[in-house]
């Protein structure tokens, strides 16, 4: 997989991501929402965000509210979002390795059922590092890879039948 493959397929279909129940809603977004109760003050990123809903679901913690994707679709649904709920936003195109915002943007980077399309995982850990801002927090939730080595690699199999642009799950301590 490449930097281009991901971003194909999902524009074809953001629309699905928008209305998916796996998506929309977890009990990890409750437990970060949780976290941060009483804060306003947040400058959020929805890193490798789909159609936004971990960055959405922060939006009463933001002051200043992000989100980055390789999908320009995936965007568009984004966008289309925000404008429905009057909350301006800022949607930017680009990857996980190369994000385009200033160093130290964000106090609250997130990323939700992603982190598996990463094509280089030490080059977004970089680029999270870079954009996150001294004391701010980091929130990754994501498949897990096993410790076992073949079971992971019957896993990964079957995360690519699943879908084809399945990178990698990674464990804990590749974390």
């Not at 947040?42 to 890193?47: A, G, K, N, S």
């Not at 001294?134 to 079971?151: K, N, Q, R, T, Y």
Request: net charge negative; charged share 20%; hydrophobic share 45%.
């Amino acid at each position: 997989m490449n930097l281009q493959t991901a971003p194909k397929r999902f524009d074809g279909i953001a629309s699905n991501y928008v209305t998916s129940e796996v998506h929309r809603s977890s009990a990890s977004m409750s437990y970060v929402q949780a976290f941060f109760a009483g804060r306003t003050d947040l400058r959020v990123v929805d890193l490798a965000c789909g159609a936004g809903h971990f960055g959405f679901s922060l939006a009463p913690h933001a002051a200043q509210l992000s989100f980055c994707d390789p999908s320009p679709a995936m965007l568009r649904a984004v966008q289309a979002r925000a404008d429905e709920a009057g909350r301006a936003i800022v949607a930017a195109e680009g990857a996980a390795e190369a994000m385009p915002f200033d160093d130290s943007s964000f106090d609250l980077v997130l990323s939700r059922l992603a982190p598996h399309h990463f094509v280089d995982l030490d080059g977004a850990a970089q680029e999270i590092a870079r954009v996150l801002a001294p004391g701010g927090h980091c929130v990754i939730v994501d498949l897990e890879g096993m410790f076992d080595g073949s079971v992971d690699a019957l896993n990964h199999q079957l995360e690519v039948l699943h879908d084809p642009t399945q990178g990698r799950s990674y464990t804990q301590i590749e974390w």
